[in-house]
């Protein structure tokens, strides 16, 4: 399956003025959850558009929902628990880069793999991917009032901020900081979930590649975060599905949270 030359939707009343929030998720194609929870925050904006606060309508939003779109089919159909995408390799049978180490940001470091049978497997050049193509070109077009990225993984329950490439600090880490633990408090109190927030170089792991480095360092976006999702552990990428819902309002409180604080 390819993909579109740009697979988002977008919603504004004013695409020239406002500023711009890009929120995608099924980067890893077993991580099924994200695309639940970033269709649930789509519909709850369709639905009531004309209801939605200010802080929510002055903005422009681009939805990616399926950043991976045939490996997700690969995991519904044949293997629950593959990560990549399905790009055929050359001189080996494994299929497959990660898309989260194929942007061109400490490409080919820490945290990634040369292995095209490894699921880090970063692919044979940054940019190699037509899914990382797509979004790169899409958003290069369209940085100017660029200021939020975020993207949606699973699992662990954390709020990440750059950087992932680097233990170097990100220069608006102190605000992102103060955001995050906002969110995660509200979490805590509403759904009785605990989200670490910190950065993802050091509260998850060293990798380079990712498309949140590159978004705050290529793009000047401010307010990026990947989100990882429930659960800790005990399901993993296999939660239940009635999890669905009470993820999906923990993933809503993160967006809401950044557009008021925009």
């Known amino acids: 399956m390819g993909v579109l030359a740009y697979p988002q939707l977008s919603i504004t009343e004013n695409p020239e003025e406002y500023t711009k929030i890009w929120i995608d998720s099924g980067t890893h194609a077993r991580e099924w959850i994200t695309t ?9 904006f369709m639905d009531a558009w004309q209801d939605q606060p200010n802080y929510i309508r002055n903005k422009t939003w681009y939805f990616m929902p399926i ?15 593959w990560r990549k995408n399905r ?11 990660d898309l989260n180490r194929n942007f061109n940001i400490g490409w080919n470091t820490q945290g990634s793999s040369a292995n095209p049978c490894r699921d880090t497997y970063h692919g044979r050049q940054p940019f190699s991917e037509m899914e ?3 979004i790169g070109k899409f958003l290069h077009e369209r940085k100017h009032n660029l200021l939020a990225f975020l993207t949606f993984h699973s699992y662990g329950q954390m ?6 490439h680097t ?14 633990d906002e969110v995660a408090r509200y979490i805590r109190k509403t759904m009785g979930k605990k989200y670490q927030v910190g950065s993802r170089h050091k509260l998850l792991y060293p990798a380079g590649g990712g498309a949140d ?11 990026v975060y990947t989100i990882e999702l ?12 009635a999890q669905i819902i009470p993820t999906a309002l923990e993933g809503y409180a993160v967006v809401d949270a950044v557009a008021r604080d925009i």
């Open 159 to 164: 709020l990440l901020y750059p950087y992932g």
């Open 230 to 241: 429930r659960d800790r552990g005990r399901y993993g990428f296999v939660l239940p599905s």
């Open 132 to 134: 990382t193509q797509a």
């Open 167 to 180: 233990a170097a600090k990100y220069k608006d880490a102190s605000m992102l900081q103060r955001v995050g």
């Open 36 to 44: 639940s929870t970033v269709t649930f925050i789509l519909n709850r």
């Open 87 to 97: 790009t055929p390799n050359q001189h080996t049978r494994c299929k497959g880069v």
């Open 213 to 223: 480095d590159w978004a705050c360092s290529t793009l000047g976006a401010r307010y």
């Open 67 to 81: 950043v991976n779109p045939d490996g997700y089919e690969h995991s519904r159909k044949k293997d629950r628990l």
